[in-house]
């Protein structure tokens, strides 16, 4: 108790000194509501089928979700769902309680590939499918349990859920070789389980986010009918199904949301806490899809036309400033979904909130926890505000820096204010990124280290040495901390164009890892000598302790108080595997960023940039072998270099929410000369609090 009247800044002696602390402010969400609600590829469902029997012939049991997202025959359902919702909150003080029902359309539907245990068809036979489910209409009736604070309410919600489904198996007629079908409808009752943000952003609107956990229970046996032919006979199965949803919504209060002057005006999080605590929070929610492009064949990481995925990410950052040199900072983290097929098949990626790490449902994790000391070297003194990750302080100019615990290295290398946060600006991972930069990281793209930085107002300098992880795209960190990890040094340079009086920041980055990998010139001799049939094989069972280094060159540079320029150049060695981030050895990138002052919208931004990308000669004869490297592999290569468009449009609908509207264009996605041009189109939602 001491100690948390010392953070908050009152020791005994002066309690008595205190004023009353004012009545917390917040919206009254009390009253009725309706809205609509939508996601494409933001929901995964799986269905599980008992024991199927056609005819003569018994399938096991099986079920049709693995986690992975994949939509090109992995076996997890992904869906577009969309439709209308409407309830009732009382509320007393911040705690909001209500009711609420919804429908909407679905198409989760998932065909169960022919290589289930037991029917052994190939995809080329006109009978792939052994069984097909769709689903196409959901309703829920829910409780709605929250908490209110400024503009934001967050609520738990549980009810229960309904839908209809559509079963149907295909089986080949050895007579004609043609497909024949049986079906049957069914009806589900279950039950949801779920929570969600929702953010006013005028009297009577709020933009939110809604998950919920669908269970629908399974059926008993059924009967699809009879398939003919000779080896026809009897359709049988049992089905059961389950689901994770994250949907965008909008709401109307018909009756105005009441928001108290202070939260009108003041910006989030803004006078809510103790000069020692910060609490601010973020969510994004990304929706992406490609339709159609050339494929005369995929490998196992190749991307695949025809889908749409979605990705969520909620992070609360925690900061306490336990002395006026040390800060403690804690950021726990939900992530739910994928990227387009699973986060793979471009070395540039499209989109940067999609992990590695994906899940099917709401995942959390610690992803940064470090603490902070500030040594001051005298003179000059600056105000930083409260902020993500930032207690409000002031501190000198001249300043060493020592940063030690879990954090991501993008946090304070390779920055640029146009190009570096893909969950308001560029997602393609080699415009916010020096894209041959392998930076250590785990799945999600954390690290644990130490830091140091060396700041004036002219420059800065900093220095880390963080963990690798034990082997390529691996979740897990060596902890060989003395003999493996990797060393990044940045010089930063910051200066003001007497021209154009703008100011602008170069950045010149090094780096060296040394980490478990293999050696490509080494494993693509092995394989051509025959002496491992998989090139992958070989690099599994050659890795040993080998070093990767490389450079970055980082420019942003204002040309107007509106209009900015950026530009990145990175190099790596290219010689052996990359651990971390992606499968690039040089790229070039850049673009201009314009805010919409011209057009009376001085919140909103316009973002155009192009990157390429390419490999080095030995990382290319890797894949033309049939490699698989960290994000790519089509199992062949035709190489040229893998080039990217992307323009996007981000909305400023209030200080705190933001809407954006992108496009990528990618010229041989993975290198590939064989594949694409792909396009993407894509939306995001991103709100602060």
Known sequence: MALGAACLGAGPGRAADLAPAPAPAFVDWSGGYAGIQGSAGASFGAYAFGPTRIGGRTVPAFRTGDATGRSDGSREATTAVGGAFGGYNWQRGPWVYGLEADISGANLKRPVPSTAPGFGYEESDPAFSLVRAKTNLYGTLRARLGYAFERTLVYAAFGLAGADARVLATYPDPATGLASTARRDLSYLGFTLGAGVQLAVSPDLALGLDYRYVDLGGSGAFDLGAVPGPAGGPVSTRAAFTSNQVMARLSWYPGGLRLPPEVAEAAPGEGAFGDRVSLHGQTT??????????????????????????????????????????????????????????????????????????????????????????????????????????????????????????????????????????????????????????????????????????????????????????????????????????????????????????????????????GNTANYREVVGLTQAGLYDDINDAAAGTRRSRRKSGVYVNLEQALTPDLGVFARASLADGRNENLSFTDVDRSVSGGLSLKGTAWDRPGDTVGVGATVNGLSPSHRAFFANGGLGLLIGDGRLTYAPERALEAYYAVSLTKAVTVSLDYQLVVNPAYNRDRGPASFFGTRIHADF
């Open 285 to 514: 929610f990304v929706n992406q899809g490609v339709p159609g492009f050339r494929s005369p064949y995929r490998g196992e990481n190749s991307l695949v036309p025809h889908q749409a995925q979605a990705t969520t990410t909620a992070t609360l950052f925690l900061g306490f400033k336990l002395t006026d040199s040390t800060e403690l900072y804690y950021n726990p983290e939900f992530s739910q979904g994928f990227g387009l097929s699973r986060t793979l098949g471009v070395a540039g990626f499209v989109n940067g909130e999609a992990q590695k790490a994906g899940a099917p449902f709401p995942k959390l994790r610690s992803n940064r926890y470090f603490v902070r000391q500030t040594f001051g070297l005298g003179g000059e003194t600056e105000t930083v505000p409260d902020g993500p990750n930032q207690v409000a302080t002031t501190r000198d100019v001249e300043r060493i820096t020592v940063v030690a615990g879990k954090f991501a290295l993008g946090d304070f290398f390779d920055g640029n204010v146009y190009a570096h946060d893909p969950r308001v600006d560029f997602m393609n991972w080699s415009l916010w990124a020096s894209s041959a930069w392998d930076f250590p990281a785990n799945l999600p793209g954390f690290t644990q280290g130490v830091l140091v930085e060396y700041n004036r107002k002219e420059f800065a300098v900093r220095a880390a040495y963080t963990q690798v992880p034990k082997e390529p795209s691996s979740d897990v960190f060596d902890p060989r901390v003395t003999r493996r990890g990797g060393v990044t040094l940045e010089f930063e340079e910051r200066h003001t164009l007497p021209v154009l009086d703008q100011p602008g920041k170069l950045r010149l980055g090094l780096f060296t890892n040394v």
